[in-house]
């Protein structure tokens, strides 16, 4: 299974990524490890200036670098301008994706009559799929998986175990969904009558575009009326909720723990980092960045990166709490001159 | 399926909801839809004056709006005082409410002898009902559902799929839960004892009282002694926490992602936006309202609306956000104090 | 089942507990009670100041109290300078902690042929243990748990309801995971390519020391490479949100809704309070705590108490909120230094 130093530069060059031995390239690895756990067999990498110091201490028999990273001894580098992406590409090719256990069609699996499933289905047993339920080729279903009436789910989809998928909602290929996540459970819809609450059905549904990674017990509402969209490529981590009627573009990287309340409209490759939130009915443009535990209140103009609570732009935020870390001094300054300019008068009045 | 606009407006009247047809009573429609995904033969809604431009644009072939609204060009208006209350009303009318798989009492079920089932059961394959648990008429129990012993649950409830209730917890008439949410887990309880903590046995519950409706992938941990207390009518997002011993009052409204510490008490009609965070042992006064991402550290007075971390009353917050923002004017100003007091203090002092 | 109290005290002082009866030794108590829910035959406590005012009125039989609680009326008092302590073990004497229904091995539960299962299992119907798992003695795993291939877990661990466990993880002994909470998912881990995202393979795992307990719906990362890690006895409570590589060390205790970012360093017997958030590649040190809905983001040392977002020390904290809320009084008297001044600079001009 192991590689040589001058095959792996091979197999980068292959997928477009430079990359040159600095060093013996017949050394083999055989496995990817972080500079401080690696041992010797072990390819590590250094992408994080922060970790340099662990660099020089590391066991790794080679490391992937940036061209201009210095060492103070004799190592196998890897010397390529983008470490992460060779990592990636290293921990494709030693380790691969995950292996799914294949169970075929399990006669333990609950599946309706009238449920269309597609070439290759490796459908555990105790999963659940109702009525109407369209589902591609090559479908892993975990146990516990419920996938309600009349839902469309595209080809090499995993859900992982204890998915929960409501009626009517369609994903597309290559969908993954981790585990305990909910889609298109209804949304917080109710009409106040009298303090009382009354129900609106929620009859809209949720669609999950291409190539989205949705994380585990993440919760994402159907709309009331129309659809909740989460675009093509979007990855979502832990923990995540997401309104009814919000509208998600594509290639967007949300953070654990982001909550975004019903009808927003979300851009195109926005990044949110964690325990971000948004409020209901307003528009964040495409590349736009939202900071940790930002509180977003109003519309997002495209690029901008948002912190703080109401979020401002990063520079607003960034000196506010610059003055409000220097407000103890200002206040004594304040102080200082009310006394200066009392005694001024006291001088000027008896002058 | 389709109603005439002249019948629809019959139906509100039946529910007390005035309206009254501007244009042609003979149009049909038989579904809703959002003024910009609707097409012919859909009913539309203008609740929001932020959407306004919209209803020029929709293709709806009738729309629900408050009756001073002015349109540019001829359509089909329904009139009324409060539009989103005869939203609600046409949904139900036209789309009614979530219609579930029917079960019967599935052999596959797994029902401890000594549960007591009431009438009309429909209990899905992979169900867990405990011992001695107690279930009222036409319950539905979704797949994934595991209910330990002792519990008590009422008529109509409604689990979706992975739904835990933890033992002896009691769930009144009409209840749902949605899928993957937890009741009566074991709260954050433990002595601390030379650095460890020692677990305190949580021996009381969690009871919720009739209608309530609990959003998805929730945890409300039962009390340590007595009871974890969710009043009628209160209705759940997702994703929220609420601690041990925390007693929430009638028809209550809490957004996704609200965590509120142990021994709360909440009053009735209380609302908490997303995100929103209580400490332990505190009061919240009825009607009150908790902003997005407040942080609520002390007891709120009744039909108090508080923002903030620390929360403090909305205009407080609002008052001291816009100083802050205005802090980098402040601090010039403060420059320029200083310079023209140390000018005048020179030619003062030279006087 | 009843104790006297004298009874009671004999077995506080075998667990080192002192503790002394003012009343009637005599009297016995069969369970345990809040001041305010206890009836005839209840012990209660005082050990929170706040709920003195409930002791008067307390129908409880005896009350645990500390030495210098002073009361209006007679009543049995049990003396002991830790009523938190005395509560504790006399609940778990009184009550115990909870008893699982006793499945054996239940033929309906899915165990892979390879798995191997230590003595005295609880393996209810619907558990499903896949290749080459190891399970100690004493395990209970309830329905809908899926613990995937190659997972390693100790002896005595209890895996409530929907609980999943990826491939490769461990779990120690006495390790207790309440529902819906999931171990190993895949974190956050893409490497950016022309604004897409392509998946780094999550090929680490995610141990859990001895004595640890996780809450409800929590969900802990595997790590890229390498291992998350949660140390002994640390205690989680629900909607826990842990990324990927993050070390968290022994005896820490965590609020709901608590999020750290990947490859954090966490110190041992560290509290963060709820909604608490950590970002990633930062240290945190022994004995820090982080209050509610702190935002930490920098390296924090031990034993420090962190406020506010971003986090700084208490101290600064609690002096930069009283400024905050003064501020619009600074204002004023920015106000009243600039009219004083400039009447003096008129004064002095004119002199």
Redesign the interface.
Known sequence: MGLTLTQLTEFFASQSIPCEVDGDGSVVVSS???L??ARDGQLSFLS?P?YEKELAATRASAVLVRPDVKVSRKMNLLRTPDP??A??AA??RI????QH?QWGRSA?A?VHASAVIGEKPNI???A?I??NVRIGRNATI???V?IA?GCTIGDDVVL???V?I??GCVLGNRVTI???S?IG????G??P?N???????Q?GNVIIGDDV?I?????I?RA???SSVIGN?T?F???I?I?H?TKIGE?C?F???V?I?GSVGVGR?VTMA??A?V?G?ISIGDNAVIG??A?V?NDVEPGLIMLG??A?PIN?CK???A???R??Q??N??KR??R??DQ??K??GG?
Request: aromatic residues 6%.
């Open positions: 990817v490890a972080t401080e756990d994080n922060k992460y992406a990592l990636t921990i494709v380790h691969g994706y995950r256990p333990q609950c555990a047993p105790g659940h109702d009525e975990y146990p516990g419920y009436r992982m175990p204890n929960v409501y009626e981790h585990a305990g909910i459970e209804d949304g917080l109710y009409a009558v303090e009382k609450w009354v129900k609106i059905p009859v990674e994380g585990a017990n993440c919760t509402d009331t009326l129309g490529g990855k981590s832990n923990l909720a309104g009627g290639d990287l953070v654990a723990q909550g309340a490759h964690g325990q939130g409020v009915h940790a535990k509180g209140t609570q109401p401002v607003e000196r506010q709490v003055i409000v870390q407000l103890p200002l206040k300054e304040i001159l009310r200066d300019l001024l008068m001088q000027v002058g």
